[in-house]
Nanobody, 113 residues
Framework: QLQASGGGLVQPGGSLRLSCTASDPIFRDNVMGWYRQAPEKQRELVANIDAGGTANVVDSVKGRFTVSRDDAKSTVYLQMNSLKPEDTAVYYC?????????WGQGTEVTVSS
């Protein structure tokens, strides 16, 4: 089970940090990351990070968002800076392990003045 938190309302240019914690120990070979879904749009990948620490972020958030993980806490983070209104979405964390994908419940991020 994945539990996401950290969403909220923030003004343009502001920052938020999302967290997602797995309730059970994770097998070592895994990938954790974040998708988002804006209203009336398809879910899109935002960023992910593998067990070796190799991180990927999509071009639309590169330079503004950073993904990281703390394996001791079974937690993945998404640090979001310089937020824009177009970043408004529900953010979902996910975990890929042993060829299965698990999803968190989603946390809503609203960027508005």
């Amino acid at each position: 089970q994945l539990q996401a938190s950290g969403g909220g309302l923030v003004q343009p240019g502001g920052s938020l940090r999302l967290s997602c914690t797995a309730s059970d120990p994770i097998f070592r070979d895994n990938v954790m990351g974040w998708y988002r879904q804006a209203p009336e749009k398809q879910r899109e990948l935002v960023a992910n990070i593998d067990a070796g620490g190799t991180a990927n972020v999509v071009d639309s958030v590169k330079g503004r968002f950073t993904v990281s993980r703390d394996d001791a806490k079974s937690t993945v983070y998404l640090q979001m800076n310089s937020l824009k209104p177009e970043d408004t979405a529900v953010y979902y964390c996910y975990l890929v392990v042993l060829r299965s994908t698990y999803w968190g419940q989603g946390t809503e991020v609203t960027v508005s003045s």
